[in-house]
C-alpha cells in the first residue's frame, strides 16, 4: 500500500545555506536509492546504526527547486509509523515510503533528514542528512538493485565475487547487460593544462553481453564497466544504469596492486616500478612510508591508516565510471582530506573550500563541473588551473616529510 505525505507544512523562512562538507566525512551515512512505482516514488533509506530512531521522531522532507533555493517548493514530516523500518543484519536499519510522483517535477532537490535539529551553520550531518536530484532518468527508473535477500544494495558498484538481483514494480522484467571495454584513467593533478588532458572515447568497445530471464540473480566475476538495460515486457520502456564491478574487498585495499596505485600521487613513475616488481610488493608498500617516516614504525603506520583511510572512503563516497579514488573528487579528498567546506550551487557545480591549503597557508577554492553521462550520472569534473601548482607540489611534499606530515582528522566511527 503506497504511502501519501501529510498535509503540508507552511513554509519556513529562508534557511542558512546548507554546508554539504558532513556528507563527506568517513563515517556511516545515510545511503540512498529510488524507484518508480505506478503514480509514487519509493524511496529506499538505510540508516547508520548509531542513529537515534526513537519513538517520536519524524522525517522531516523538504523539496527545493534548485540547491542554493532561498524557499523550499514545500516541506513535510512523515512521523515514524509510515517509516516501515526493517532491521538489517549489520545493526542498521532500512526505511521505505513512498511520494506522490506529482509533487516531484524534475529537477527537484530532494533533502531527507531524521529528526528536526538544526546542525549550526548549515552543517549538513551525514549520519542523519541525505540529498537528492530528482533527474528524468530516476524518476522514471522502476527497478532497483538488491542482494540474495531481496535487500536494495543502495550503491552503484558490486563486487566481482557478490551475487545481487534487479527487483522491478510489477511484472518482473528482463535484463541485458553489457560489458565495455574500459581503462580507469587516475584523475590528472590540478594544474594539469585541460587542453593536454586526452578525451575519452566517443564509443565504448563491448568486450561481451548477454540477455538474462526475469528474476535471474547476476554475478559479474570480471571486474569492469557493466550496464544494465532493463525493460521490455508488458510495453514496459527499457531503462539503463550503470554498474562498476571491482575486485577483492572494494572499496577497501588488500592486495599489492591496490595499494600501489593510489600512490601515484605522490610517487614517480620509477618507485612505483620499484613498488611493483619488488619480490615481496606488499613488504616494499610498507618499507615506502617507513623510509618517509624515516624508520619511526609508529608514524609509519599512522600514515599508511591515513592515506588508504581516504582513498576507502573516496572509493566509496565517488565511484562511478571508475574506482572513487580515481576521479577528480577521489584526487583532491585522497591528497587534501576531506573539504572543510562544501557549497553545491544552482547550476550544478560544486565548490570545495580549503581555508589553509595554499602554499602560504591561505584559501583555497576548488570547483567542480557537472559532467553526466549514462554510466556516470553524478558525475563532476574539476576546473583545473595553473595557480594551483605550487600548492599541490606542497601538499604531496607534506606527505612525503614526516615532520610537516598532514594532520590527522578525526577517527573514523566502525562501518
Not at 606488499?282 to 609509519?300: C, E, M, S, Y
Request: aromatic letters at 10%; charged letters at 20%; proline letters at 12%.
Amino acid at each position: 500500500m503506497l504511502l501519501l505525505l501529510l498535509p503540508l507544512l507552511a513554509l519556513l523562512p529562508a534557511a542558512p545555506r546548507p554546508d554539504f562538507a558532513g556528507l563527506y566525512r568517513d563515517q556511516p551515512r545515510l545511503r540512498l536509492d529510488t524507484r518508480r512505482e505506478a503514480d509514487s516514488l519509493r524511496l529506499y533509506l538505510q540508516v547508520p546504526a548509531d542513529t537515534r530512531l526513537t519513538p517520536g521522531r519524524s522525517l522531516l522532507l523538504t523539496a527545493w527547486p534548485a540547491y542554493e533555493a532561498k524557499q523550499p517548493q514545500w516541506q513535510d514530516s512523515l512521523p515514524r509509523r509510515r517509516w516501515h523500518p526493517r532491521p538489517l543484519p549489520g545493526g542498521e536499519t532500512l526505511l521505505s515510503f513512498c511520494l506522490p510522483i506529482t509533487k516531484l517535477p524534475a529537477g527537484t532537490v530532494l533533502q531527507i533528514q531524521i529528526g528536526n535539529e538544526v546542525a549550526p551553520g548549515g552543517y549538513q550531518p551525514a549520519e542523519r542528512t541525505a540529498w537528492l536530484t530528482l533527474t528524468p532518468e530516476r524518476l522514471a527508473r522502476p527497478f532497483v538493485l538488491t542482494d540474495t535477500l531481496g535487500l536494495p544494495l543502495l550503491r552503484s558498484y558490486v563486487r566481482t565475487t557478490e551475487v545481487f538481483g534487479v527487483e522491478s514494480f510489477g511484472l518482473m522484467q528482463p535484463v541485458r547487460w553489457t560489458r565495455y571495454d574500459l581503462k580507469p584513467a587516475p584523475a590528472l593533478p590540478p594544474m594539469t593544462d585541460p587542453r593536454t588532458v586526452p578525451a575519452g572515447p566517443r564509443v565504448l568497445p563491448i568486450l561481451d553481453s548477454a540477455t538474462a530471464q526475469p528474476g535471474q540473480l547476476f554475478r559479474f566475476g570480471q571486474p569492469g564497466l557493466y550496464a544494465l538495460r532493463v525493460g521490455g515486457a508488458g510495453g514496459v520502456p527499457r531503462r539503463t544504469v550503470a554498474v562498476l564491478a571491482a575486485e577483492n574487498e572494494y572499496p577497501a585495499l588488500v592486495t599489492a596492486p591496490e595499494l600501489i596505485e593510489p600512490l601515484r600521487f605522490l610517487t614517480t613513475s620509477k618507485e612505483r616500478q620499484a613498488l611493483s616488481s619488488a619480490a615481496e610488493p606488499k613488504r616494499a608498500v610498507d618499507q615506502f612510508w617507513l623510509d618517509i617516516a624515516k624508520g619511526n614504525k609508529t608514524l609509519g603506520k599512522e600514515l599508511i591508516r591515513r592515506y588508504y583511510g581516504r582513498v576507502t572512503a573516496a572509493n566509496d563516497l565517488f565511484a562511478a565510471h571508475k574506482p572513487g579514488s580515481l576521479t577528480d573528487m577521489g584526487l583532491l579528498y585522497t591528497v587534501l582530506g576531506p573539504p572543510p567546506s562544501v557549497r553545491r550551487l544552482a547550476n550544478g557545480e560544486e565548490r570545495w573550500f580549503y581555508p589553509e591549503a595554499s602554499r602560504d597557508g591561505g584559501p583555497v577554492t576548488f570547483t567542480f563541473r557537472p559532467k553526466p553521462s549514462t554510466f556516470a550520472p553524478d558525475y563532476h569534473e574539476l576546473v583545473r588551473r595553473p595557480e594551483y601548482e605550487l600548492l599541490w607540489y606542497a601538499a604531496v611534499e607534506q606527505w612525503r616529510t614526516p615532520s610537516t606530515a598532514p594532520n590527522a582528522p578525526a577517527a573514523p566511527r566502525n562501518r
